[in-house]
């Protein structure tokens, strides 16, 4: 047969507040002389100032790809302006 475990006791939120405010006021010497452990160049975010100069370059023949693009769509022909620019003399001389 399985055990039964054990529940605690609920706690009335006035009961739980005066435990997490005497938990905070509470120092203990060890805690408050602790210092934060030094971080390391790669997680302090220093980075080789060549990797960012190649990261904007790119990013910039990026952009300048997509605008002519953009401004080369903007420019075009509509896909029946060549239809309707045809000479007509070409029909009648196939007669």
Do not use: C, F
Request: aromatic share 2%.
């Amino acid at each position: 047969m399985a055990k039964r475990r054990k529940t605690a006791a609920k706690q009335t939120p006035k009961e739980a507040a005066k435990k997490t405010a005497k938990i905070s006021t509470k120092k203990s010497p060890a805690t408050a002389a602790h210092k934060p452990a030094p971080q390391s160049p790669a997680k302090a975010g220093g980075r080789n100032p060549d990797v960012t100069v190649q990261a904007l370059a790119i990013a910039v023949v990026i952009v300048i790809a997509l605008t002519g693009g953009y401004l080369y769509n903007q420019n075009a022909k509509p896909a029946g302006a060549a239809l309707e620019a045809a000479p007509a003399t070409q029909s009648a001389d196939k007669k």
